[in-house]
């Protein structure tokens, strides 16, 4: 593993760099935060220039996709609204306008031809998802899926989709978040654990309890998730612990909060055996993954073991004109699907993070 990389932040345009000492592997990483202006930008400023050719780039991205359903009333579910008779309206036109979005997106991540894996929240079904991979840019690019059924009360899951001929996938898991509230089930952590060009990874895809309710309420839901999570970490077989860990979500909290810092302990620096590296774009107020009342924040984050660092060219919110909207003060913000029952046939309430790996060919 070549220790020497540059661990960048790309959310937009101008730079910021600090420089961090990491002792525990002798090396020194460059952490580049290119501040955001107030707009999504129609050129591809989350892409860094000026790569050496000897690098091979690959991008993973992680997308809350905001409430993928069908347009089918499954019994046992609270899709009710997700249907033609339901208060969303919910038919077949809008659906596979959604897909469409979609897919629009995960192409301009991919305009270089870099993605091999992504991990979605918010989605009904192993349907959607397979509606998904067999419509527009997805269609014929080899993406497998990983995805079960979670008890989340809501009925929706996590998955991870990859290209199966840069990726094998040799076991997944599913782990389990009691909230002990049987009114108020959530979604399991899926675990799948990989080989990417000789290299093992345990990837994390993750949709923790929202804030619905009060951030200091609900707190102990998002505490319950992290613990299994880090439950999971801990209790790695010997063979697993040298795996490289990526984990990625919608934690629903952010890089400061006790459920990330505390408890899974994904760290602002290098020197801990989890390192946030979403944790620069969290410092800059102005840029996000998601917009709460004019308010930018990382609720979509992507956390990496020390030993992936060297592997890290950059990690940035993927934002741009098509997935936005212009409000009142002349912000773009994430245009979304639905605001309740009103209908406005947007993209997704959240941005896409991306990380992007090299390899020495």
């Known amino acids: 593993m070549q220790l020497g990389s540059w661990l960048s932040f790309y959310p937009l345009t101008s730079p910021k760099i600090t420089h961090i000492c990491n002792m525990k592997f002798f090396l020194w990483i460059s952490v580049i935060t290119l501040f955001a202006k107030s707009g999504c930008t129609s050129s591809d400023s989350g892409k860094p220039s000026n790569e050496p050719l000897e690098n091979q780039i690959v991008q993973i991205a992680f997308y809350n996709v905001e409430n993928l359903f069908d347009t089918i009333n499954e019994a046992g579910k609270n899709d009710g609204e997700y249907t033609p008779g339901g208060k969303k309206a919910w038919n077949t036109s809008r659906y596979y306008e959604k897909l469409d979005h979609l897919n629009q997106v995960l192409a301009s991540i991919d305009s270089a ?16 998802l397979k509606d998904l991979v067999n419509t527009g840019f997805l269609k014929d690019r080899n993406y497998k899926i990983v995805h079960q059924e979670s008890p989340d009360f809501r009925g929706i899951d996590v998955a991870f989709l990859y290209n199966s001929k840069q990726i ?15 009114g108020r089930t959530t979604r399991d952590i899926l675990r799948a654990d990989v080989t990417w060009k000789n290299e093992e990874i345990t990837f994390y895809i993750n949709h923790w309890p929202s804030r ?19 439950n999971n970490i801990d209790a790695m077989k010997e063979e697993e612990r040298n795996n490289h860990l990526v984990i990625m979500g919608d934690f629903n909290d952010y890089p400061n909060n006790e459920s990330m810092l505390k408890i899974l302990k994904a760290d602002s620096l290098e020197t801990g055996a989890l390192y946030n590296a979403t944790w620069p774009a969290h410092k800059n107020e102005s840029i996000g993954s998601h917009n709460y009342k ?35 003060k002349g912000e773009w913000l994430p245009s979304r699907t639905h605001a309740g029952p009103k209908y406005y046939g947007g993209y997704s309430d959240h941005l896409p993070v991306v990380l992007r790996l090299k390899s020495k060919k």
């Open 294 to 328: 004019g308010h930018w924040g990382m609720l979509d984050q992507i956390v990496v073991s020390n030993s992936v660092v060297p592997f890290v060219d950059s990690v940035y919110v993927f934002k741009k004109n098509f997935m936005c909207y212009k409000n009142k």
């Open 168 to 182: 094998k996938v040799n076991n997944s898991q599913w782990i389990n978040v009691d909230l002990q509230d049987s």
């Open 212 to 230: 619905w309710g009060g951030k200091e309420k609900t707190n102990t839901k998002r505490i319950a998730a992290s613990q299994a999570l880090r």
């Open 113 to 128: 031809g870099e993605l091999v894996a992504f991990g979605v929240a918010e989605i009904e079904n192993i349907k959607v």
